[in-house]
């Protein structure tokens, strides 16, 4: 599976971005999803996550109730919905796929990463 991130750029904060992940291969239906984000100096933090159904959904705490995981799994394509953007929300986003037997928020139980794209929330 190859995963491509976009949709990251410039906003203010309280704005809104929407981070794309494109995979390729037929079989994306079938892997997790989580988002993953690395700010300067920082080690990479979980975001969300969502299961290969759609049907279960995980966020870390400090993004609840602002980002929104989703999935289309006819577009091969998960969606990181970011509302109320705050400067401590910029990083390089990453996302990733796993499959099988899964813990959503631990880095090394993703088998494939993206090249991460980059959200820049001004004050």
């Known amino acids: 599976v190859q995963l491509q991130a976009s949709g990251g750029g410039l906003v203010q904060a309280g704005g809104s971005l929407r981070l794309s992940c494109a995979a390729s291969?037929?079989?994306?239906?079938?892997?997790?999803m989580g988002w993953f984000r690395q700010a300067p100096g920082e080690e990479r933090e979980f975001v969300a996550a969502i299961s290969w159904s759609g049907g279960n959904t995980y966020y870390a705490d400090s993004v609840k109730g602002r980002f929104t995981i989703s999935r289309d799994n006819a577009k091969n394509t998960a969606y990181l919905q970011m509302n109320s953007l705050k400067p401590e929300d910029t990083a390089v986003y990453y996302c990733?796929?796993?499959?099988?037997?899964?813990?959503?928020?631990?880095?090394?139980?993703?088998?494939?990463w993206g090249q991460g794209t980059l959200v820049t929330v001004s004050s």
């Open positions: 990733a796929a796993a499959f099988g037997k899964w813990h959503p928020i631990k880095t090394y139980e993703y088998h494939y």
């Open positions: 291969g037929r079989t994306f239906s079938s892997y997790h």
